[in-house]
């Protein structure tokens, strides 16, 4: 059996630094789905900054090394 779903989120229903709990679990050789959970979010460590900007970090942070002389 196989399910899909489709899903979009606005700007606003974004949570920077979350992850949806998980779902599925094996219990006793078969998978069990725990819809209670379904809308709940845990926070995970996340930068402050976007990707952009990290990167943009790290390479100032790395620039020295690729001075040449």
Same mark, same amino acid.
């Given at each position: 059996?196989?399910c899909?779903?489709?899903?979009?989120?606005?700007?606003?229903?974004?949570?920077?630094?979350?992850?949806? =709990? !998980?779902?599925? +679990?094996?219990?006793?050789?078969?998978?069990?789905?725990?819809?209670?959970?379904? $809308?709940?979010?845990?926070?995970?460590? =996340? !930068?402050?900054c +976007?990707?952009?900007?990290?990167?943009?970090?790290?390479?100032?942070?790395?620039? $020295?090394?690729?001075?040449?002389?």
């Amino acid at each position: 059996m196989t399910c899909q779903a489709r899903s979009s989120y606005l700007a606003d229903e974004v949570l920077w630094g979350h992850r949806f =709990t !998980p779902l599925l +679990s094996l219990e006793e050789g078969f998978y069990e789905v725990d819809y209670g959970g379904f $809308h709940h979010t845990v926070p995970v460590p =996340t !930068p402050a900054c +976007s990707a952009r900007q990290l990167a943009a970090a790290a390479a100032r942070r790395d620039a $020295h090394l690729y001075w040449s002389i």
